[in-house]
């Protein structure tokens, strides 16, 4: 069972656009993070939630923490073809130094 | 934040062989993670290395086919061992920030095995 549902899985959209990708789980998360990974390169850190119904920009994204810290979502305005990557959540659960990572979303934006 | 260096970046390997990847942090921390990821896929934790103890190992991985060093505060080293086509894969290994338990990532290693 994946403790992190993310959906979708695969995302292909023109540039301009907006999407939202959506992290689930049935289990309650000290933080969750948001990470870019590029094609040959390792994951980088976006933003880290931590409070209940927190929301973060960060320029043309938006990062949202559900308000009992299950779930949370990411949306990205007007994407451009350097937004293309795989997105990957993680979640921190108390009293663990482990990451729990969702499947991952392939985002790919065509000029 | 930390900087992390891992090599080799990628290899191509024959089936039988070890391959050891090493991971270089650029400050001291206490633990190091080691992931695999499969082409287009998420990522899995391996084991846990700690300095000064064995490293931890989750469900499905095995001392014997990955071995891991934790010398020293900086430096970790991964062993897959007796490669088979199934251990093609993105090996990265990760560390902590100072908060919550963000992580920030080498490179990775993408291994063939023929």
């Known amino acids: 069972t994946q403790l992190l549902e993310q959906s979708p899985q695969f995302l292909s959209i023109q540039e301009g656009e907006n999407l939202t990708v959506y992290c689930n789980s049935s289990s309650v998360f000290s933080s969750l993070q948001w990470y870019r990974q590029e094609p040959g390169e390792g994951p980088v850190l976006l933003v880290t939630?931590?409070?209940?119904?927190e929301v973060k920009k960060l320029k043309r994204l938006t990062f949202q923490f559900g308000d009992a810290r299950k779930d949370s979502s990411l949306h990205i305005t007007a994407a451009q073809p350097g937004d293309t990557g795989l997105y990957l959540c993680?979640?921190?659960?108390?009293?663990?130094?482990?990451?729990?990572f969702g499947k991952g979303t392939k985002l790919t934006v065509n000029p | 934040s930390a900087v992390i260096s891992q090599k080799p970046s990628r290899d191509i390997c024959q089936r039988g062989t070890s391959l050891t990847i090493q991971c270089q942090v650029d400050s001291q921390v206490t633990m190091m993670f080691w992931y695999r990821q499969q082409p287009g896929q998420s990522l899995t934790l391996i084991a846990t290395?700690?300095?000064?103890?064995?490293?931890?190992?989750e469900s499905g991985f095995v001392i014997d086919k990955f071995p891991i060093s934790r010398p020293n505060l900086t430096f970790s080293t991964l062993t897959v061992s007796n490669m088979s086509p199934e251990d093609s894969s993105i090996y990265l290994c990760?560390?902590?920030?100072?908060?919550?338990?963000?992580?920030?990532f080498g490179q990775g290693t993408r291994l063939t095995v023929v």
């Open positions: 939630v931590v409070t209940g119904g």
């Open positions: 290395a700690n300095q000064g103890s064995e490293a931890t190992y």
């Open positions: 990760s560390v902590s920030g100072r908060r919550y338990t963000e992580a920030f």
């Open positions: 993680a979640g921190e659960q108390r009293g663990s130094e482990k990451l729990v």
